[in-house]
Structures are given as structure tokens and as C-alpha cells.
């Protein structure tokens, strides 16, 4: 793809989680980068593009709403706290953005379907920015999931994502203050746990959510570690288990009533550009490689600009299935929330 | 060991059950069969005894009764449904017999401690034939879940054991018929998580037990698949999913402070002599294998016998360690049983 048809991305914030997603668009062959905003210095931000190999051209923009106003802008990332999605994404909706938005999307799915009004009013295409589930593999492992003849009917699924966060991460990180992203464990590890469950369960919403005893939460009120049961129709259930206070974990075990698929790294793969699953049925382990050329969160920026691309060069209306997932699991996280055994504020 | 000291097996019935396991009574050193009881022919018990390589010498009893009168017979092994457990395993404690009793144990704790009292009464040794638990894998397992430094403090569980039983296994199969082994997968496959989830936690019986909802039962009230959530202290939990109805997975994922560890042949090892597990901690995966120069069914006939000899040689008191994990195992049945979401009677 030329140049000129390039998906141009505006990000917020010079981070970490920029950082790597401004490789991503450098790797993906139909996305750019046109601009940055910082709320803190220009010196800073100049130091930044620089090192990250920003295109030398890429603006600065001294406010969020500078980059919202920049007409060389398609598409925005944004990964601020969750407590600000909702105002920043309508924002940029309405100032007619593409928008890229980190999980989870939203605090409750009622602020969630604000986005999702202004993204249809605005005709904007949303996406969240759960990487994996970009990963070629993953659509290796649905297809495997699907497979009646392989994998037969789903009958349960167990699901975790923990790892060991230090010291400074429990007191200081956003995902433990109740005024940034109050959803804790839950909200960040435990969403993607309940993205790959639906995975699992060809999307289909359970029909209870239950959190499940033993919750461990900070003296803030935030969740630093829970479970919760999902169950569908026919004896379908699953389990997810998610921590900030556990050893790094990332395991999918779906059991179906002629296979089982085990993934042991299914959030970020122990090899970037190589990534395996297992999968065993009718007396047969069988290991499963999936080669993949570019890292997954080139993966979603390409599927992301591609999207993108459509609504902008072919007139096309916003794909609405990735926003979808996202209702769905952010749904799911209310839930389980709501079943917390204690009641909390944030 | 010679053959004078070696403890001498009766064993109940000519299944395939005692087919294996007086395979492994043949591979221990220290033990040997003695005796069999059938309720069916004795020609057909004759060449059970041939066919399977028994001691020429073997007696043929035609009822239990009469093979807990034979003063050559040690112990005896008791593949029969859970409803006769409490009557033939306390008839034969009280003919001195030492007891190595197939899973569950009894059909409720009650029930178990009638088995019990009679083992201490007549200063019997019991042992239940949970075999992977003798496995020299287990102990390696064991070792690594209790180290501080490479697991830290345990956080998380998962453990399932599903099998795809076929028709005639749904419809005849003791295991699901309410007259005989009522507790049906909770009490066969559950039994094995259970005791894992136990193992994990160094055998400390949980907080609280709760069966997950979406249990599966049969026209007669028989658990054909089920789930549980087990909690302790400073938010520890587990939960286990057990099923007759899914393909067959083996898997125990274990979650510390520091250190995962992952199992996934955990009941019967994909080979008999040389078994895996998998440990993760401080950015590293190692696989870890442990060759066994006999199958896991062997090592619980020598670990048993030696126990036994102790008694008999030795004049020791019967060792309580494998007694109290069984009577642990068969509470948290009993209380999953009991929160199970629908009433049953068997």
C-alpha cells in the first residue's frame, strides 16, 4: 500500500505501551504515524518520536484536544486511564476518529455504549486493543474450537492470567487507584480471561456470571486477584482466574466432547514471531506451530487500519464485530463485578 | 525381599481393574497375590488366574466371606462398588485383613468412618487406590508446589479430569447407576482433583466448598459432570471441573507467589516409565521429566506392602498419612455433594 493510503495514527502519551505500539505501526505496512500528543514536555516528546523511530515529520500536539483537531489524523490510540475513555473517545468521535482503545473500555458497559453512540452516529470504527487476539494463532485456535469433528461440542473452559506485580506497581500503577482504572485485576488481566472464554464459547454470552469466593482487594477497594464461574445451557461452564499477586500465568484449557486445546502463553507469546498450542483427542497429543511474520500488535494495527481503510478509501460503514466483543466482555466484567463479594466504591 | 516376607494379596473379582493391579502386585518386589475371590465361575476365575500370570498356587474362593477366613491372605484389594465399601471393608479389618480400598472410599464420611474405627480397632492398615499419587512424579510435584523460593506461597488451582465415556458406559457402568457408586463423577474422576487441589495446598482442607453451577446429571440423579470452587485463607483458591462427558484431560495448573506448575496427564501418564511436568518462574520454562522404573500401580502395591510388612514384621502401629488424605478427600466430596444445585437421592 502507498504512502498516501496509509491509516494515520495519532497517539497520547509518551509510555511504555506507546512505545511498543508505535512499532507496531512502523511494522504494518498499511498504517503510519502522524502525530503525538504529550501533556508534558515538547523536549520530551521530541526525544521520544526520535528514539522510537517516529516518521521525522510526526507532530507534537501540547493537548489531547490539538490532536483531536489535526486533520492529518485518521485514527487515535489512546491508552489513558479507563476513567477517561469515555470522554476522550466520544471526543475524538465526533471529531470524526478511528478509535483504538485499551481494555478495559470502559468503567461499566453504560459508559460504554456512550462510545458506541458516538462512534455510529460518527461513523468511526472502533476496536479495543487486546493484541492477542490478532495473534494468527488465535484464529488457528478458534477454528480448532470450532471444529465439530476435532473438538466437538464445548464443555468446559478454565481460563487464567495472573502475574507478580512489585512493589511499586501495587502502590503506584493506574490499575490500582481507585480514580484511574478502578476495575483493578479484573478490568486488566481478568479481561482477557473473559475475552478468550467468549473465544472459546463462539461468543456467546453466558448465562450467569458469578465471582467466585476469595477476592483479594487493596485497601482502596480495588481487585488484585479474583475468579468467577460462567455458565451457559447443557452443563457449558467455565472458570477464569486473574492476579496481580501470582506467579506470570497465561493458560486457556478448553474441553470439548472430542478435544481439548491447551494454550500456555496466549496473552503475550513466549516468542514473538513463533507461537504454539496443544491440542489432544481420540488418543492423540498433538503440538501445533504458528509462524507469524510480524508481532500480534502489528496484527491488530493491520486489521485496525484496514477497517479504517475501507470506511476512509471505499466509502464502507464501520465493521461493527470487534466493537461487538468488546460490549460482550466489558458486559462480563460488570457482572462479575457486581457479584464481588464485597461491596466497593471508585 | 524374599518370598517369606512378602505380603500376600487377596484380591475381589476377575475385572480388568484387578487385572492391573495384579500386574503391579507381580512387579512388587515385596508383594504377592495369594488368593481371589469370585462370585461367578471358578473356571472362569481358574483362567482369569492363568491368563494373568497369578502365583500357580493361588486359592480360588467362591465368596468374599471365605476369602477374609484364609489365614494366607494379608490384605485384600477391593474393586467394588462404593454401596459395599463400609460392610466388606470392615468385615475385613475386623478378620485382621489391611485394607487397600478403591476410590471414593464410601459413599460419605460417615460411612468412612465406620471403615475407620474398624482399621483401628483391629490395628489395620488402610490405604485407598488413588494410584498416581505414589507416582515417583508426584513426590517431584510435591517438592516443587511446597519450595519457597521456586513456587512461593501457593495462590491458585485448577485441576480437571473429563473422559468421554461411550453409551454403554452411560447407561451400565457402575459409576452412574444410584445403587452402587452414587457419587458418580464427583466420586470417580472429582476423587482424583480433589486429592491434586489437596496435594497443592499440603493437604490443608479448604474454608469453604462450593459446587459451581451447571452440574450435569443423569435420569437417575447420577453426577455425569460437575464443578467446584474450594477457598482458604489470604485469598487461595481452587476449582475443579470433573466429567464423564468431555474428552479426556488431565490437567493440573498451579499457581504461586513465584512459580507455575503445569500437569497435563496427571491421573494415567501418557507413558508408564518416564513422566513429565512442566514449571515456570522467574521468566523460565523448564520442562522436567522423572523415569520410573515401574508403573505408578506398582509403586502404591510397594509403598502398601512395606506399610503392611511394618505391621506384620515389625510389629508397627499402621501409619495414618494415607487414611487421613483419604478422609480429607471423601469431606470436600461429601460437602461438594452437598451444595450441588439439586437435591438427589441415592
Redesign the interface.
Known sequence: MSGDNQIRFGLLTCTNIVRKLSRAINLSPNATISAIATTSSIEEAKSFTKSNNFPPNTKIHISYESLLEDPDVDAVYFPIPTRLHVEWATRAARKGKHILLDKPVALNVSEFDQIVEACEVNGVQFMDGTQWMHNPRTYKIKEFVNDLES??QI??V?C?F?F?ANDDFLKHDIRVKPGLDGLGALGDAGWYTIQAILLANDFKLPK?V?A?????LNDAGIV??C?A?F??E????A?M?C?F?????M?I?A??????L?V?DFVIP?RETETAF?T??R?C?SEHKVMTELPQEACMVIEFARLVGEIKNRGAKPDGFWLSISRKTQLIVDETEASLPLNRKF
Open positions: 473438538f466437538g464443555k468446559s478454565h487464567c495472573s507478580a450467569t458469578t467466585l469466593p476469595g477476592c483479594v488484585l486477584s475468579g464461574l455458565d451457559w447443557d452443563g457449558i461452564s472458570t482466574y492476579s499477586l501470582a506467579n506470570l500465568t493458560e484449557t474441553i470439548g466432547t472430542k478435544g481439548t491447551r500456555h513466549y496443544t489432544s483427542g488418543g497429543v
